[in-house]
């Protein structure tokens, strides 16, 4: 079973704790939502929710692999606000992310940890997406 320093272990668990946040204040957006575009809208924070929900699952599956114990701690979450503040807090929290997961992704790789280095990867292009994605529909905003 492989090892992981507690410094890789540490980061993951912020990780963790980030995506527990961003599952919740999806849902609390997707809940919130009010106006024109609130439908429309309000899916895709509820899709953003599900999406972040595995990467959760993802990161404490490869903690408890690596031998740590996964965290239960959840980040800041920013709820309420229009549509238009409620797209620039996701935003804001996907920019913080991408910065996070590029870290994860150097530390997985100077730790010798391919799998790891590969699911920070794949997560970094997911959350990149994501903010792509909000960033088009704010503009309409």
């Given at each position: 079973?492989?090892?992981a320093s507690k410094e890789l272990l540490d980061a993951?668990?912020?990780?963790?704790?980030?995506?527990?946040?961003?599952i919740i204040q999806y849902l609390y957006h997707h809940?919130?939502?009010?106006?024109?575009?609130?439908?429309?809208?309000?899916?895709?924070?509820?899709?953003?929710?599900?999406?972040?929900?595995?990467?959760?699952?993802?990161?404490?599956?490869?903690?408890?692999?690596?031998?740590?114990?996964?965290?239960?701690?959840?980040?800041?979450?920013?709820?309420?606000?229009?549509?238009?503040?409620?797209?620039?807090?996701?935003?804001?929290?996907?920019?913080?992310?991408?910065?996070?997961?590029?870290?994860?992704?150097?530390?997985?790789?100077?730790?010798?940890?391919?799998?790891?280095?590969?699911?920070?990867?794949?997560?970094?292009?997911?959350?990149?997406?994501?903010?792509?994605?909000?960033?088009?529909?704010?503009?309409?905003?």
């Amino acid at each position: 079973m492989p090892k992981a320093s507690k410094e890789l272990l540490d980061a993951l668990n912020e990780a963790l704790s980030e995506e527990l946040a961003s599952i919740i204040q999806y849902l609390y957006h997707h809940i919130q939502a009010r106006g024109m575009d609130s439908a429309a809208i309000g899916e895709v924070f509820k899709g953003l929710s599900m999406i972040e929900m595995n990467h959760a699952y993802k990161i404490a599956e490869r903690i408890d692999l690596l031998g740590g114990e996964p965290t239960t701690a959840i980040g800041p979450i920013k709820t309420g606000g229009d549509l238009k503040k409620m797209l620039e807090d996701n935003v804001k929290a996907e920019y913080e992310a991408i910065e996070m997961y590029k870290s994860l992704v150097a530390l997985a790789a100077k730790e010798n940890d391919p799998v790891t280095r590969r699911l920070m990867e794949d997560i970094l292009g997911d959350t990149e997406e994501h903010a792509n994605a909000l960033e088009s529909l704010l503009e309409k905003k």
